[in-house]
């Protein structure tokens, strides 16, 4: 089956702008994560949905960031008045359920965002 | 809450050569641990994961782990590495509840021809 899909795969964008990240699951994976990679480091963890409901936004950086996710299924991270230091690849994952055996996360290919 | 300590950020090491990448976690209930693969440029994938059972875990690419719950860790191993192996490991653990799963910062194996 089809695994876990973000779109674009590639942004540029200058700063101060808007930018809308895409992330489409696995059909029927209730928990979904987004994550930041910056060049050379760890996964950043930014927040997690269980279904439509995010019970963990702790790592958004500022609240310029922010995420939605709807019907269960797609969800969008936005940033919006994007600076230079947003400039990492966007990672989003899913899993059958968050918290326990069944979160085995399944990681997409990223979006790479560039802010000039 | 959960945590994962992965102590070393690299580890260079010659190709054949035997490999262990450490990990630790911390957590206060029953913990499912899993180990993820980074290739430069790519995104991460499952290498291995326990669950329950055999506290031996083999997972792809001749890559094991032992969970060891009186030392609560859960190191990787690899007896003998190759070039290919030269990627990024992120060591994770979840725990029951709905909570988030929580990755290690990642350790560089670099393995050198």
């Known amino acids: 089956g089809a695994g876990v899909s973000q779109s674009p795969s590639n942004k540029v964008t200058e700063k101060g702008k808007d930018v809308e990240l895409r992330c489409d699951p696995i059909?029927?994976?209730?928990?979904l994560y987004w994550y930041r990679q910056s060049l050379g480091q760890g996964l950043e963890f930014l927040i997690y949905f269980q279904g439509n409901s995010a019970p963990d936004k702790s790592g958004l950086p500022s609240d310029r960031f922010s995420a939605e996710r709807t019907g269960g299924s797609v969800s969008t991270l936005t940033i919006q008045r994007t600076q230079q230091e947003d400039s990492a690849v966007y990672l989003c994952?899913?899993?059958?359920?968050?918290?326990?055996?069944?979160?085995?996360?399944?990681f997409g290919p990223g979006t790479r965002l560039t802010v000039l | 809450a959960q945590s994962v300590t992965q102590l070393d950020s690299q580890v260079p090491v010659f190709e054949e050569a035997p490999v262990e990448l450490r990990c630790n976690y911390s957590s206060s209930v029953s913990v499912y641990l899993f180990w993820y693969v980074q290739y430069p440029n790519q995104g991460l994938q499952l290498l291995l994961k326990?669950?329950?059972?055999?506290?031996l875990v083999k997972g792809i690419n001749g890559f094991e782990a032992e969970f060891n719950k009186s030392q609560t860790s859960f190191h990787l191993r690899k007896p003998s590495v190759h070039i290919s192996d030269t990627a990024e490991y992120f060591c994770?653990?979840?725990?029951?509840?709905?909570?988030?799963?929580?990755f290690g910062t990642g350790t560089k194996l670099q393995v050198i021809p």
């Open positions: 994770a653990v979840s725990s029951g509840g709905y909570q988030k799963v929580t």
């Open positions: 994952a899913s899993s059958l359920r968050a918290g326990g055996p069944t979160d085995t996360q399944y």
């Open positions: 059909s029927g994976h209730t928990a």
């Open positions: 326990y669950l329950s059972g055999s506290t």
